[in-house]
């Protein structure tokens, strides 16, 4: 049973097919391109098709599937444009939440969960783990997220966040040395409450990866 295999037992049928989707298409376990089969889908989950046709206008408002005449959900494409756009949000959003996550922490915030995500980053790093890596490299930034204070911005963020993951499980070939070094300086900024400094360095953070996905991007296209 879906529910069993998603551990949400208290949320709706319908959201954690949502949730269940969400992840297959962010770690691309459902490829690009590739249809949704309502009635394998259905069987698989052993739930019927109205849960799943609900889940579907949620996924679709996030970019993740669109619905194609007589072919119905498929999972969407990322395009170079959706990867610019999302950075374009990133450079102010990601900044935001750092900024107001080291002014958090300046105010007295102990940031616990920011530091255990960052032991966690280390951690898997030293494992080589592509996947492991791109978990707990999402998972940092919604710890920043929380830190910040601003459930407006949560909000915000939930489908930024999403497509972010999604580009982090496509770029395993990054230099995650680099990123990981990157998240520690902005983490430590943030922990020491230098708000100035923290907002810097996540613009910086984000303006790096920017350039390094955009040229992935191009090189995929171009094979």
Do not use: W
């Not at 019927?48 to 999972?75: D, H, K, M, Y």
């Not at 980053?121 to 930034?141: C, F, K, Q, R, T």
């Not at 770029?171 to 902005?186: G, P, T």
Request: charged share 30%; proline share 2%.
């Amino acid at each position: 049973m879906v529910a069993t295999t998603l551990g949400l037992a208290d949320q709706s049928l319908s959201t954690k097919i949502y949730v269940e989707l969400r992840e297959r298409i962010i770690q691309g376990r459902i490829r690009p391109g590739e249809r949704i089969r309502e009635r394998d889908l259905a069987e698989e989950l052993d739930v019927s098709r109205i849960p799943l046709r609900e889940a579907f206008p949620r996924l679709e408002a996030e970019g993740f599937i669109r619905t194609v005449p007589r072919r119905g959900a498929v999972v969407s494409e990322l395009t170079l444009r959706d990867v610019e756009e999302l950075f374009e949000v990133r450079s102010s959003l990601e900044v935001l939440a750092a900024r107001l996550a080291a002014s958090a922490c300046e105010r007295g915030a102990h940031g616990t969960g920011l530091k255990e995500a960052l032991d966690k980053v280390e951690s898997a790093l030293e494992s080589g783990d592509d996947a492991a890596i791109a978990a707990v490299n999402s998972s940092l930034h919604e710890e920043i997220l929380a830190l910040s204070g601003n459930s407006l911005l949560e909000m915000l963020m939930v489908p930024v966040n999403g497509r972010v993951r999604r580009l982090f499980f496509l770029e395993a070939e990054r230099d995650q040395q680099v990123l990981c070094a990157e998240h520690r300086d902005l983490c430590r900024a943030i922990l020491d409450g230098r708000v100035e400094l923290a907002g810097s360095l996540a613009f910086a953070h984000v303006e790096h990866s920017k350039s390094e996905s955009l040229a992935i991007m191009r090189q995929r296209l171009r094979a």
